[in-house]
T-cell receptor
Framework: AQKVTQAQTEISVVEKEDVTLDCVYE???????LFWYKQPPSGELVFLIR??????QNEISGRYSWNFQKSTSSFNFTITASQVVDSAVYFC?????????????FGKGTLLTVNP | DVKVTQSSRYLVKRTGEKVFLECVQD?????MFWYRQDPGLGLRLIYF???????EKGDIPEGYSVSREKKERFSLILESASTNQTSMYLC????????????????FGDGTRLSIL
C-alpha cells in the first residue's frame, strides 16, 4: 500500500521568510513518481512538479525548490522569500508503479498562510 | 494549456435529489477522475475512467455513479443525495500512462462546492 504523510497541517509565516513543507512517502515499489500541487483559495489544484524515483536531482524553479531524498523517503518543498500569493494548501502525491495504473495517493495537505 | 471545466462552482440540493456534476476537458485526455475533498481528509478518489464507457471504482464509490459517453465528458451522479455528501468535488484529467518515461500529471478543474440540505 502507498501512503503520503504531510505532518504539518498548518504553517504561518511572515512575508519574505523561507518556509519548507515536508512530505514523507511509503511504497514498496522501486519505480514511482512524486508530485506537488498547489490549491489557492479559488479551489483549483495547480500542478507544480513531478519527480520519478530514478531522478534524485534537486530542482529549483524561481523561488521554489524541491529536495528529494530516497534514503529518508522524503520529497520536501521549500519556498524562498515567501509572498502573500503563496498562501494556499499544498498537496504532495505519490503514484506507484504497482497496483492501479491510475491512482494517485495524496497527502492531507499543508495550509500555508503568508502574512504581510 | 489543459482546461478542465466543471459545470458549477457552487450547488445547493436537497436530500433525496438526484444530482449531476459535469466535467469537460479539452485536451483529448484518456483518463478522467472524480475526487471529493473534505477538511482533514485530503482528496479521496471516488471513480475514474480510462476510456469511453470504461470506469473503475476508487476509494469511496458508495452512493455515487459515473457516466462517460464521450471522451471529453465525465459525469458524477449522486443517485439520492444525502447530507454526508456535502463536500468539495474535484474533477481531473490526464494522459494515459507515461510519456518519455515520466508519468503524466493530473490536471484539475476549479471544483464544485456541493451542499446537500
Amino acid at each position: 500500500a502507498q501512503k503520503v504523510t504531510q505532518a504539518q497541517t498548518e504553517i504561518s509565516v511572515v512575508e519574505k521568510e523561507d518556509v519548507t513543507l515536508d512530505c514523507v512517502y511509503e511504497t514498496r515499489d522501486t519505480t514511482y513518481y512524486l508530485f506537488w500541487y498547489k490549491q489557492p483559495p479559488s479551489g483549483e489544484l495547480v500542478f507544480l512538479i513531478r519527480r520519478n524515483s530514478f531522478d534524485e536531482q534537486n530542482e529549483i524553479s524561481g523561488r521554489y525548490s524541491w529536495n528529494f531524498q530516497k534514503s529518508t523517503s522524503s520529497f520536501n518543498f521549500t519556498i524562498t522569500a515567501s509572498q502573500v500569493v503563496d498562501s494556499a494548501v499544498y498537496f504532495c502525491a505519490l503514484k506507484a508503479s504497482g497496483g492501479s495504473n491510475y491512482k494517485l495517493t495524496f497527502g492531507k495537505g499543508t495550509l500555508l498562510t503568508v502574512n504581510p | 494549456d489543459v482546461k478542465v471545466t466543471q459545470s458549477s462552482r457552487y450547488l445547493v440540493k436537497r436530500t433525496g435529489e438526484k444530482v449531476f456534476l459535469e466535467c469537460v476537458q479539452d485536451m483529448d485526455h484518456e483518463n478522467m477522475f472524480w475526487y471529493r475533498q473534505d477538511p482533514g481528509l485530503g482528496l479521496r478518489l471516488i471513480y475514474f475512467s480510462y476510456d469511453v464507457k470504461m470506469k473503475e471504482k476508487g476509494d469511496i464509490p458508495e452512493g455515487y455513479s459515473v457516466s462517460r459517453e464521450k471522451k471529453e465528458r465525465f459525469s458524477l451522479i449522486l443517485e439520492s443525495a444525502s447530507t454526508n455528501q456535502t463536500s468539495m468535488y474535484l474533477c481531473a484529467s490526464s494522459l494515459i500512462g507515461t510519456t518519455g518515461g515520466v508519468w503524466q500529471p493530473q490536471h484539475f478543474g476549479d471544483g464544485t462546492r456541493l451542499s446537500i440540505l
